[in-house]
Structure formats: structure tokens, C-alpha cells
């Protein structure tokens, strides 16, 4: 009998609470039916926009490759508005097939009429992206749009401005015209959320574009978009560039404004997320990072960034360099095409006359622990706390579950939870002002120690694979977390780093497959993902420390020359 009075006792203190939650999330609901049917009439709108250029003239507009696009609005054959409905069209038939895009940024008519209308005076002198459409993640602030992360409590609450970056586009001539697709959070590399939905690799639909730019790179993939704006905290632009078989760069930290964008973790002091460019080539990404780090005003609209012009001296430098490889970087056995991808590109610099010797990442176990602790910054409260009042579907789960207990049971799981790497990661979350502070110190005397180990071989850049594997399938990312410590490294140490496609997965690297040792749940997925991806690119990763962005596009633009998938065809 007094098990009842208990059960009475603990339900009457928890329903007011239950019911309180039970509200909330009804009023979230009510919230994405709202939005689902703003974006209808907005993609209406779209449809409409698009549906005033006949089709062929649109079809011939959009197949043109980044620069041709540009001479072509510059020498007046094409005008900005039938350019922009081009796109529209294109990026609409691209979200049918992959739901890669948010909303269409209805100000760009606007823009792009602006832009015509200028262009009618014979004295104007049209700025460098005259006329050309440029697609934004939805978590960059675009003046009068949501940048909701994919939170629903986040809808209904548009910027007031946009971001540094997205008004420097449109300084520049550009017409910012969509918002992208990105998963909740903004912390994974899938690309699903309870707003939007979930993003569909474009190359195979079972499988993650990656994320968290992962509209991004669906969208230019199918070639509804010639460049695409992401942000990087842990290989956010690089992994959905390489999933997809594109090109994507961040810069470090310093070399990218700050001011107007939706940050995973507010307040995250030492990995800060950076902007950046995804786009079927790296000349693309040269081109925009030129345009971007030339004009004085960046630095006026963003004063905390060193105000350094694109170095063309390091980017045209014909000096060999010495730089170091690995195909495994300690922590996390990368899948046979992504190694081979790795000596590919080596074989290619070492015939460019470069000196490659081999490298070791120090401390892998402790590096990408630091990462995850450095990444969700207090111990994954605030994340914890966003995503319990929010609504999210399965696939879209972020960490794995013994890093999203109360932190009194993390502590009496610290030594002895049975999986090696989940258990170092939980290790390293911070549950209290001292750890929080010793967390910091653990990644600058790990930054420290990375630079030293590069200056005893006095390395210039690295390569590496991309990523662990190859595109998983939805709702799979949180369950390999380890494949991300390959482009996670280079946010820890704040290095630019970029990611070219250089290969596709083959047959032989199936039957590699067979060998790989698994030591836990990550490896042993990361082995089941990568199979029955013959034909997937495949792409490699070079870094080079803060300030030498210049030095990564050479040697990018150099393997890209060589060995890039699609050099010839894009
Ligand atoms: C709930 C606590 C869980 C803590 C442990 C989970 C650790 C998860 C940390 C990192 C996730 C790794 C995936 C990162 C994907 C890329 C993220 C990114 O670059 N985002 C871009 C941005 O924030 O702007």
C-alpha cells in the first residue's frame, strides 16, 4: 500500500512539470506546421519567380561554371534577375530531390534588380560579383529570416541584419538567394532537424551530405547554387564539401569575421566557428576568399579581425615546401579509400617537387577527447538543456548517450564505462569551474605541443584523409563519432584547412575493407557504413597553420590540378 502513496506522492510532484513540458513541445509543434506552411507559400513564391524565364534560357544560365557565369553577367550577356530565376529554378528542382533548401531569400529580387538598373548607367562600374547568386547556411544571419539552428523554439525570430559576410556579398555584387539546410545544433555531421527535415545526399540518398553544412553542399552539388557560404567549428564545411565531391575551405579563426551568425555554443571561447566557402572547385574558393580579404571595409564591419589582404606572394609562391602526411592519425582508422586518397595526393606533390615525410599526431586519444570537451564548451549543459526543449527527430541525435547523464552519474561512470573512447570524452567534460579552466589549459598546451612536433621536422602544411569514412546513412553520425577527428584536429589547433575530392571508392578498397581491425562500436560501423560506396568521391585534407590560408589554396589548387575529380568537367 505504501508503494501507491509513494507513486502518488512522486507523480504529483512530477506532472505539473510533465504537463508543463508536455505544453511546450505541443506549442513547438504548432510552431513547425506553421513554418512548413510559411515555406510552401515561399517556395510558391519562388515557383512563380522562376516561372517568368522561359526554361531553356534558364537551363543554359545555371549550367554555367563559376567564372564563365561571372564574365557573362560582367560583358552584360546575361542580367542579374534572369540570372537569380535561373538559379531559383535550379535550386528548387534541387531541394525536390535532396530538401537541401530552408527558404528563398525574397530580398534577392530586389537586389537583383538594384543591380540591373545600375547596370543601365553607362558610367557604373560593376563591383566584382556583379550579378552572382550565392547560397547561405541557414544559421548566418540574412536580415528578416530565422536563423533557428534547427531549433523550432528558435522560429519566428528574424535577424535584424544580416551578417558581416552576407553584406560584404552583396557589397561585392552578389545576390544572396537562399537559406540551407542544417542539423540541429549545428554539432553533427548529418543534416536533419524537427524544422526542416532531413537533407539527403544528392550521390545517394540513403546517406548524409554531411553537415553541419550539409544543405550547402547538396545544393551546389546538383548545381543549384556556384558558391555556397558554410561555417566550421569541426569540419562543417569540409565534410559535406567532401561527401558530396566538392571543395571547401576554413580559414583559421582570425581570417573570419565573427559578428552575425547562430553559434552552436554561445560563449565557446577556444573553437570558434568559422565561415567559408563550398563549391565544385577550389579556384572558386580562391576567388571568393580573394574578393573577401581584399576589401577594407571587412575590417572596418568586424574590427576584432586582423585586417591581412589575400596573400597572393604565398599563393603564387613557387618555393617547395616540406610537408607531413598521415593516413592514420592515431585515433580513428580511416576507411581504405580515404588512406589511399592520402598517398595518392602524396605521389602528386612529391612530382610538384615537394618534400613529404611522414608525421604523427601527437596525442590522439587526448586530442580528439579535447575537441569534444572544447566543442560543447560547459560540459554539454547548454546543448543539453536547447535540445531537451526542443524537438528532435531520431536521426537527428547529437553525442552518444553516457555524455548526456547528469553529470553526479558521468562522474561515477568516469573510470569505468566500457568503451575506451567514449569514456576518455566524458573524461574531459568539464562539470565545474576549475575542470572548465583546466579544459582551456589542456588545449593550449595541446596547440603547443602540436606546433612543436611540426617544427621538428619543419613542416609547412600537412595531408591527411578528409574524414574517417564515407557518407554514413541517416541518423548513423552520432554513432561514429570518431571518423570526425580527421577534420576536427584542425579546429582544435585553429589551422586553415581545406578538402578537394581526388578519388572515388573502388572495388579494391571494398575488399581492404575486410581487413581493418575494430576495437569498438565506431570502428566497427565505420566498416559497415563504408561498404557499397563504390563510386562515392573520395577526398583529401591539407592544413597549414593560422595566417598561411594562402599556402593551403596553393597546395589544394596544385592536387586539385593533378589529381581532382572533376578538374576537367567543372
Ligand atoms: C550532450 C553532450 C555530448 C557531449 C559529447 C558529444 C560531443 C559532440 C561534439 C562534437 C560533435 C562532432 C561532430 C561535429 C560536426 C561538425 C560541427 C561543426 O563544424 N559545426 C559548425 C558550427 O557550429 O558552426
Not at 534577375?81 to 538559379?87: G, H, I, K, M, W
Not at 548566418?140 to 560584404?168: E, R
Not at 549543459?381 to 526543449?389: P, R
Not at 580527421?486 to 584547412?497: G, K, M, S, V
Request: include cysteine; glycine fraction near 6%.
Amino acid at each position: 500500500m505504501w508503494f501507491f502513496y509513494v507513486a502518488i506522492v512522486i507523480i504529483g510532484f512530477f506532472s505539473p512539470k510533465l504537463i508543463d513540458k508536455y505544453n511546450r513541445k505541443q506549442k513547438l509543434r504548432t510552431l513547425i506546421k506553421q513554418r512548413a506552411a510559411d515555406r510552401k507559400i515561399n517556395f510558391e513564391w519562388a515557383k512563380n519567380s522562376f516561372q517568368k524565364l522561359d526554361e531553356s534560357r534558364a537551363v543554359e544560365i545555371s549550367a554555367k561554371p563559376f567564372e564563365e557565369l561571372r564574365n557573362s553577367l560582367k560583358n552584360g550577356e546575361i542580367g542579374p534577375v534572369e540570372t537569380l530565376r535561373a538559379f531559383q529554378r535550379k535550386a528548387y528542382e534541387s531541394t525536390e530531390k535532396t530538401n537541401c533548401v530552408c527558404f528563398f531569400i525574397q530580398e534577392a529580387l530586389e537586389i537583383a534588380e538594384n543591380l540591373e538598373h545600375l547596370a543601365t548607367d553607362p558610367n557604373y562600374q560593376k563591383p566584382p560579383l556583379f550579378g552572382v547568386p550565392v547560397s547561405i547556411k541557414e544559421s548566418i544571419h540574412v536580415k528578416n529570416l530565422d536563423s533557428t539552428a534547427g531549433y523550432a523554439q528558435k522560429i519566428n525570430n528574424p535577424s535584424d541584419a544580416n551578417s558581416v559576410s552576407v553584406d560584404q556579398l552583396i557589397r561585392l555584387g552578389a545576390v544572396p538567394f537562399v537559406h540551407t539546410n542544417i542539423p540541429i545544433a549545428l554539432l553533427s555531421y548529418g543534416c536533419s532537424n524537427g524544422v526542416y527535415g532531413t537533407t539527403l545526399n544528392p550521390l545517394d540518398n540513403s546517406r548524409v551530405p554531411g553537415g553541419s553544412s550539409g544543405g550547402e553542399a547538396a545544393l551546389v552539388s546538383l548545381g543549384g547554387s556556384v558558391l555556397g557560404i558554410g561555417t566550421d567549428v569541426g569540419g562543417s564545411i569540409r565534410t559535406p564539401a567532401s561527401f558530396c565531391g566538392l571543395a571547401g575551405f576554413k580559414s583559421s579563426s582570425d581570417r573570419s569575421p565573427q559578428l552575425g551568425k547562430t553559434a552552436s555554443i554561445p560563449g565557446r571561447q577556444l573553437l570558434l566557428s568559422v565561415e567559408g566557402p563550398i563549391a565544385k572547385n577550389i579556384d572558386v574558393c580562391v576567388e571568393y576568399l580573394r574578393l573577401k580579404w581584399n576589401d577594407p571595409l571587412l575590417y572596418k564591419k568586424d574590427v576584432y579581425m586582423p585586417p591581412v589582404k589575400f596573400q597572393e606572394n604565398l599563393y603564387n609562391s613557387e618555393k617547395p615546401l616540406k610537408i607531413g602526411y598521415y593516413t592514420f592519425d592515431g585515433y580513428q582508422t580511416a576507411s581504405p579509400a580515404y588512406q589511399r586518397a592520402v598517398r595518392e595526393t602524396v605521389a602528386v606533390l612529391k612530382e610538384l617537387g615537394h618534400e613529404l615525410v611522414p608525421f604523427e599526431v601527437p596525442q590522439p586519444d587526448h586530442m580528439y577527447s579535447i575537441f569534444c570537451a572544447g566543442a560543447t564548451a560547459d560540459g554539454g549543459l547548454y546543448l543539453m538543456d536547447s535540445l531537451a526543449n526542443d524537438i528532435i527527430p531520431p536521426e537527428a541525435d547529437i553525442g552518444f548517450p553516457v555524455a548526456k547523464l547528469p553529470h553526479f552519474i558521468q562522474r561515477l561512470l568516469r573510470k569505468y564505462w566500457h568503451h575506451r573512447r567514449e569514456r576518455q570524452i566524458i573524461q574531459e567534460l568539464p562539470h565545474d569551474t576549475e575542470e572548465m579552466r583546466q579544459m582551456h589549459e589542456k588545449i593550449e598546451d595541446y596547440r603547443h605541443e602540436f606546433v612543436l612536433a611540426m617544427r621538428a621536422k619543419k613542416l609547412d602544411a600537412l595531408v591527411c584523409p578528409a574524414f574517417g569514412c564515407p557518407p554514413p546513412h541517416h541518423g548513423m553520425p552520432n554513432k561514429i563519432l570518431g571518423a570526425n577527428s580527421y577534420p576536427a584536429l584542425y579546429n582544435l589547433i585553429d589551422f586553415a584547412a581545406g578538402t578537394v575530392p581526388v578519388t572515388v571508392q573502388k572495388q579494391e578498397d571494398e575488399v581492404e575493407l575486410r581487413k581493418m581491425k575494430t576495437e569498438d562500436s565506431w570502428d566497427r560501423r565505420v566498416v559497415t557504413e563504408s561498404k557499397n560506396c563504390i563510386g562515392l568521391p573520395v577526398s583529401v585534407q591539407i592544413a597549414t597553420p593560422p595566417y598561411r590560408e594562402e599556402m593551403c589554396l596553393r597546395l589544394l589548387k596544385q592536387v586539385e590540378a593533378k589529381i581532382g575529380l572533376y578538374s576537367r568537367t567543372h
